[in-house]
């Protein structure tokens, strides 16, 4: 993309509504823009990030053999009587009248209409177990919506939910979910540590939240340190074998790690002291085991190998897409802007041409771009004509990971400059070698999702 051509409104000022980094940052580079309180339009820039993390979503729910599918955000308030929620989800839930006077929700979460799918296509236990997924737009009529996506009225969700003939079955379900949680966080270049929570009006007794740890989060939360040193990494991971994603479960939850709302202060305690930690965190996610709750109200059962029906055991997760956009800038920034990592960077590189016009510094972007667009990966040209101090301030705001630097002198002895937005970090080389190196950063990267 050249940047002359792009839509990146980025904002001088700071804006005065925005009371953390995340939210300011947004705003200044031009990723979102507040479309009335709690509800944000997405701009170019913040729906590329937003379909980055998509994309890894799908990915990995597909890899743990969820399948994907897609439900509307309207829902009619019979379902909702059905469970009994409809009155238990209080002045939370956006309730709306058509025009033949009919009750209708703006979906807050989606257990009923799932389970409602679920008990007029499935009546055996053959077709179990089953685990089916959307990612969609939710409305959660928020008291205090705040710090801009993170805890928006309007946001987008990926929730799935999984039927099961047996609570084993169905707990192996809740253990895959937390694996495959556990590695779309760290493919986004998080940590998010699963924490024993509460399971609030969705229910149930079995439930973890994903926390990253920042000092702006919402929640409070206790922890042994030797929980932020365990990393998935490059960990194979059968997802059909009981015993590797129970091991892996055990290993993430025995050390002591729980949020407020479960916090036992003996067990804390308990923990050496050098390594208990107490801190703020961002609920980026949640996994919940709830049996038959749903299934018994709604009449989900299955015929099992006996013949007699049985109601299914149910559970549902839940992440955050575009709460999620906001903590990894929590976890991610310094004073001048954004530092994306590279698994969810909007454009993977920044060229920046500092003399627009100079035949030798123009046809050397050009082919930069040509040759990292060939490459598969997406550059951002600044091909303004600016100052060099604008060009770069601006990089620096929006964050992308690696800044190619074109300019006459270095040209002149066959080299432009390589800087790493992380650590300031630049070297000089040819510019065959700084699209090299690039391609070698983003190996194992999937580059780009279609748009
Ligand atoms: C699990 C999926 C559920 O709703 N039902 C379907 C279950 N869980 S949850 O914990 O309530 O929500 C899942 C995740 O959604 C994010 N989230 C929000 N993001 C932005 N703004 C909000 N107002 C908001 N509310 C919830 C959180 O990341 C949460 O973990």
Same mark, same amino acid.
């Given at each position: 993309?050249?940047? !002359?051509?792009?839509?990146?409104? &980025?904002?001088?000022?700071?804006?005065?509504?925005?009371?953390?980094?995340?939210?300011?940052?947004?705003?200044?580079?031009?990723?979102?823009?507040?479309?009335?309180?709690?509800?944000?339009?997405?701009?170019?820039?913040?729906?590329?990030?937003?379909?980055?993390?998509?994309?890894?979503?799908?990915?990995?729910?597909?890899?743990?053999? +969820?399948?994907?599918?897609?439900?509307?955000?309207?829902?009619?308030?019979?379902?909702?009587?059905?469970?009994?929620?409809?009155?238990?989800?209080?002045?939370?839930?956006?309730?709306?009248?058509?025009?033949?006077?009919?009750?209708?929700?703006?979906?807050?979460?989606?257990?009923?209409?799932?389970?409602?799918?679920?008990?007029?296509?499935?009546?055996?236990?053959?077709?179990?177990?089953?685990?089916?997924?959307?990612?969609?737009?939710?409305?959660?009529?928020?008291?205090?919506?705040?710090?801009?996506?993170?805890?928006?009225?309007?946001?987008?969700?990926?929730?799935?939910?999984?039927?099961?003939?047996?609570?084993?079955?169905?707990?192996?379900?809740?253990?895959? +979910?937390?694996?495959?949680?556990?590695?779309?966080? /760290?493919?986004?270049?998080?940590?998010?540590?699963?924490?024993?929570?509460?399971?609030?009006?969705?229910?149930?007794?079995?439930?973890?939240?994903?926390?990253?740890?920042?000092?702006?989060?919402?929640? /409070?939360?206790?922890?042994?340190?030797?929980?932020?040193?365990?990393?998935?990494?490059?960990?194979?991971?059968?997802?059909?074998?009981?015993?590797?994603?129970?091991?892996?479960?055990?290993?993430?939850?025995?050390?002591?790690?729980?949020?407020? /709302?479960?916090?036992?202060?003996?067990?804390?305690?308990?923990?050496?002291?050098?390594?208990?930690?107490?801190?703020?965190?961002?609920? &980026?996610?949640?996994?919940?085991?709830?049996?038959?709750?749903?299934?018994?109200?709604?009449?989900?059962? &299955?015929?099992?190998?006996?013949?007699?029906?049985?109601?299914?055991?149910?559970?549902?997760?839940?992440?955050?897409?575009?709460?999620?956009?906001?903590?990894?800038?929590?976890? !991610?920034?310094?004073?001048?802007?954004?530092?994306?990592?590279?698994?969810?960077?909007?454009? +993977?590189?920044?060229?920046?041409?500092?003399?627009?016009?100079?035949?030798?510094?123009?046809?050397?972007?050009?082919?930069?771009?040509?040759?990292?667009?060939?490459?598969?990966?997406?550059?951002?040209?600044?091909?303004?004509?600016?100052?060099?101090?604008?060009?770069?301030?601006?990089?620096?705001?929006?964050?992308?990971?690696?800044?190619?630097?074109?300019?006459?002198?270095?040209?002149?002895?066959?080299?432009? /400059?390589?800087?790493?937005?992380?650590?300031?970090?630049?070297?000089?080389?040819?510019?065959?070698?700084?699209?090299?190196?690039?391609?070698?950063?983003?190996?194992? +990267?999937?580059?780009?999702?279609?748009?």
């Amino acid at each position: 993309m050249r940047l !002359s051509r792009y839509f990146l409104p &980025v904002l001088k000022e700071t804006p005065s509504e925005a009371q953390i980094a995340s939210h300011r940052l947004m705003l200044r580079a031009g990723m979102i823009k507040q479309a009335t309180a709690g509800i944000y339009s997405w701009l170019p820039l913040g729906f590329k990030v937003l379909r980055k993390l998509e994309n890894i979503v799908h990915e990995e729910q597909v890899r743990a053999g +969820h399948i994907p599918m897609l439900m509307p955000t309207l829902q009619s308030a019979d379902l909702w009587r059905e469970s009994g929620r409809y009155d238990d989800y209080g002045a939370e839930m956006l309730r709306i009248t058509d025009r033949h006077g009919r009750d209708m929700l703006y979906g807050p979460t989606n257990e009923e209409l799932i389970t409602d799918i679920f008990r007029a296509h499935v009546g055996s236990y053959k077709d179990l177990p089953l685990t089916l997924y959307h990612i969609q737009w939710k409305f959660r009529d928020e008291v205090r919506p705040r710090f801009g996506v993170m805890r928006g009225r309007e946001f987008f969700m990926k929730d799935g939910y999984n039927f099961d003939l047996t609570k084993e079955d169905a707990l192996h379900a809740y253990n895959r +979910h937390m694996v495959s949680y556990l590695r779309t966080y /760290e493919r986004m270049g998080l940590q998010a540590i699963p924490m024993r929570a509460d399971s609030g009006p969705i229910g149930g007794d079995d439930t973890h939240e994903f926390l990253v740890l920042a000092e702006t989060g919402e929640s /409070e939360v206790f922890y042994d340190s030797a929980i932020t040193d365990l990393k998935l990494g490059e960990r194979v991971v059968d997802y059909d074998s009981r015993a590797e994603c129970e091991a892996i479960v055990e290993e993430w939850t025995t050390p002591y790690a729980r949020t407020d /709302e479960t916090h036992d202060e003996a067990k804390f305690n308990a923990i050496p002291e050098e390594r208990r930690r107490s801190s703020r965190g961002i609920e &980026v996610g949640q996994i919940f085991y709830f049996g038959t709750k749903y299934s018994d109200a709604m009449g989900a059962t &299955v015929q099992g190998p006996d013949g007699k029906s049985t109601p299914v055991h149910m559970g549902s997760h839940g992440i955050g897409v575009s709460r999620l956009v906001g903590a990894i800038i929590e976890a !991610s920034h310094d004073e001048r802007g954004i530092i994306w990592p590279e698994g969810v960077t909007p454009f +993977h590189a920044g060229i920046v041409n500092l003399k627009q016009g100079d035949a030798e510094a123009d046809a050397a972007c050009e082919a930069l771009y040509a040759s990292l667009t060939a490459l598969g990966l997406e550059p951002l040209y600044d091909d303004r004509d600016e100052r060099a101090g604008g060009k770069f301030a601006t990089m620096d705001l929006i964050g992308l990971p690696w800044r190619i630097t074109v300019g006459p002198r270095g040209l002149r002895n066959g080299v432009v /400059e390589l800087t790493s937005r992380r650590t300031g970090e630049s070297e000089e080389l040819p510019p065959e070698a700084a699209v090299e190196k690039l391609a070698q950063i983003y190996a194992g +990267h999937v580059l780009r999702p279609a748009f």
